[in-house]
């Protein structure tokens, strides 16, 4: 395409320019209900997966539907979102913490219309392009990040993890089976851009094979000080390296046994690549939450140590997420989160009936406080 310019002028970069506006503010986007009985509101109901109810004191209502996004959207699909809000919803719309999308009417005679538009669009694949759910004690959009898609640090991919999940957990996303919500969250590699850390169910992007030194370039490309600086094992140090053509250069060196190929000195040093097909994958974790409701906010914790990269749907993943969804909906009582639930069965007896193997990767090896991890009771289950 010709270029086209915007006005901008490159020969006086700094003419017109407009800096430090910040973002609008979010009351000029408030449909008419919001804005009138804002900070009014006395209670709110769910009437069904998806759909929910607020009352303003003032006897008003607002009417929420809530969908699936794919969080990744193409303008052509944001067109079409906001068609749908001209079509019911005055043209406003929101996009929740988790990338759900939701469309609010203020009465009650526009939901079924509202559900009937969106139950029926569906892209040329078959997928659903809007379906209705996200609420309550059931399964929400998965928060992730970018894999292969931009990042240039991941182990595994974010966007199709997701999709092969949600697939899994389609019809949990559109009930209310639970015992209490249940958040997964996936990140690609444990930068943990995102909740992995904090979430019910976690997806994350694990390498298995220390960095590679391109010792050539590294001097020139790194500033060796913050390589060193970057790893949380000490497995980094400067060193003098002769290549191959007798010329010494300044370089790292990597003892790899103290390496766990976090990938933090990647990210600091483009001469130490670490992703590698077969090396790379997946790791489980669970239990984790951030609400302080009945238990103190969890961090989630490693229970599946390894699962490789089965593109482009990750059955061996999809599975074992599966299986621990099943057995929670069968064992925890009501309100309790994954992690409340495992906490009152014990750990070994989660791992048991979950059938996921115990292995000594998952025994906190990193520093002092690893032995706060370990047990120091008689007390545990046969
Ligand atoms: S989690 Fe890691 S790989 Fe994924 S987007 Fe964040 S930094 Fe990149
Ligand atoms: S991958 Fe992580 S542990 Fe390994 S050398 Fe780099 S920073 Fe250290």
């Not at 913050?226 to 010329?247: H, M, Q, Y």
């Not at 909906?329 to 115990?358: P, Q, S």
Request: proline share 5%; with cysteine; glycine share 8%.
């Amino acid at each position: 395409m010709a270029f086209i310019s915007s006005g901008y002028d490159p020969e006086k970069p700094m003419e017109g320019r407009i800096t430090d506006i910040g973002p609008k503010h979010y009351d000029q986007f408030y449909p008419e209900v919001i804005k009138k009985n804002k900070g009014k509101w006395s209670h709110h109901e769910i009437l069904e997966p998806g759909v929910l109810v607020h009352v303003a004191e003032s006897g008003d209502e607002v009417f929420t539907v809530r969908c699936g996004g794919a969080r990744l959207m193409s303008a052509t699909h944001i067109q079409e979102i906001c068609d749908i809000a001209d079509k019911h919803c005055d043209g406003k719309l929101r996009f929740t913490t988790r990338n759900n999308i939701e469309f609010m009417v203020d009465s009650k005679d526009k939901v079924d219309a509202l559900k009937a538009d969106l139950s029926q669009r569906k892209f040329p694949g078959g997928s659903y392009k809007f379906p209705i759910g996200g609420t309550g004690a059931g399964i929400s959009n998965i928060v992730h990040t970018q894999g292969w898609i931009h990042c240039h640090t991941p182990a595994t991919d974010a966007s199709g993890t997701v999709k092969a999940t949600m697939d899994e957990v389609f019809s949990d996303f559109q009930d209310h089976r639970l015992p209490a919500k249940l958040k997964i969250s996936m990140a690609c590699c444990l930068n943990m851009c995102g909740a992995v850390h904090c979430s019910d169910i976690a997806i994350l992007g694990y390498h298995r094979k220390p960095p590679i030194l391109d010792h050539e370039y590294l001097d020139k490309v790194c500033e060796v000080p913050l390589a060193v600086a970057s790893c949380p094992t000490a497995a980094i140090k400067p060193a003098k390296v002769e290549l191959a053509n007798g010329e010494t250069v300044n370089s790292v060196a990597v003892r790899d046994e103290r390496c766990m190929y976090c990938g933090n000195c990647y990210t600091m040093c483009p001469s130490m690549p670490l992703s590698d097909k077969e090396g790379d994958g997946i790791v489980l974790m669970a239990g984790g939450k951030v609400s302080n409701r009945i238990s103190a906010p969890k961090f989630s914790k490693v229970v599946v140590a390894f699962l490789p990269n089965e593109t482009p749907r990750w059955p061996s993943m999809t599975n074992a997420i599966n299986k621990m969804i099943e057995e929670y909906a069968k064992g925890a009582r009501k309100y309790e989160r994954f992690g409340d639930w495992t906490d009152r069965i014990g750990w070994e007896r989660f791992f048991d009936v979950c059938e996921l193997d115990f292995t000594h990767h998952l025994i906190d090896d990193f520093r002092d406080a690893a032995y706060q991890s370990w047990r120091q009771t008689t007390q545990f289950k046969f």
